[in-house]
């Protein structure tokens, strides 16, 4: 059986190549491009139920579509911290700290999405 190196042409090697610089920049420019953000803003059926600084932890009951979402404010970013929904996919997603970041509680129709101090998202659009 032959080994898997002999089995490849130098194009092939030089496609494994690209595409793995190609991710490793991809992930560099999102971590190291992005702005830390300086607010939080919760959003219900397209309209702002809040707007909090990150700065002094701080945990915010907000009534959503199911029940009343806990969303928890730190220095470093937001997260949900309990929700009502069935599967806690939001709960699970984790913090988000950096401008344009969301995490959306689906069932409950709540979005937390980080912006700048000028409230930029840093995104050009959002399709619906």
């Keep these: 059986m032959p080994r898997l190196w002999q089995v490849l042409t130098r194009a092939d090697l030089v496609l494994i190549c690209l595409l793995g610089l190609g991710t490793a920049g991809s992930f560099l420019h999102q971590q190291l491009g992005s702005q ?49 929904c069935p599967h806690g996919i939001c709960v699970r997603q984790g913090w988000v700290r950096r401008q344009g970041e969301t995490v959306a509680c689906v069932p409950n129709r709540l979005i937390l999405r980080i912006v700048g101090s000028t409230g930029e998202t840093g995104m050009d659009a959002i399709s619906r």
């Design 36 to 84: 830390v953000g300086a607010e939080v803003v919760v959003e219900m059926d397209g309209e702002e139920k809040g707007r909090f600084p990150l700065g002094p932890p701080l945990k915010v009951s907000i009534e959503g579509g199911l029940g009343i979402s806990e969303v928890e404010i730190g220095p470093g970013g937001a997260r949900f911290f309990s929700a009502p």
